[in-house]
């Protein structure tokens, strides 16, 4: 059974930090890009950043780049999001999903596992 759960959410002050974690099981973790997404209350889900299975390759989102790193451990089919400086439009349900293609994309179409959200709030 395939399984991405998600955890690390929480409440910060804006300006504070978090690392999200997405504990995967139930498929070959290396051959998956693994991307994670946000969606606020009343708007769509947007992607943040995803890492390719292969060389850990990158790719941020225009607004958040400079402030959210995302790494991988393929030895514990774990992948990370940590978020510095957030800012209360940061404030979402996050979730971890994983994509088949070796690519970097942030379509959440084209991914075809995801977790259950875990929910970060940012207070100003």
């Known amino acids: 059974e395939v399984q991405l759960v998600e955890s690390g959410g929480g409440l910060v002050q804006a300006g504070g930090s978090l690392r999200l974690s997405c504990a995967a099981s139930g498929f070959t973790f290396d051959d998956y890009t693994i991307g994670w997404f946000r969606q606020a209350p009343g708007k769509e889900r947007e992607g943040v950043s995803c890492?390719?299975?292969?060389?850990?390759?990158?790719y941020y989102a225009d607004s958040v780049k400079g402030r959210f790193t995302i790494s991988r451990d393929n030895a514990k089919n774990t992948v990370y999001l940590r978020m510095n400086s957030l800012k209360p439009e940061d404030t979402a349900v996050y979730y971890c999903?994983?994509?088949?293609?070796?690519?970097?994309?942030?379509?959440?179409?084209?991914?075809?596992?995801w977790g259950q959200g875990t929910q970060v709030t940012v207070s100003s």
């Open positions: 890492i390719s299975g292969g060389d850990s390759s990158t």
């Open positions: 999903a994983a994509d088949p293609a070796m690519g970097l994309r942030l379509s959440v179409t084209e991914y075809d596992y």
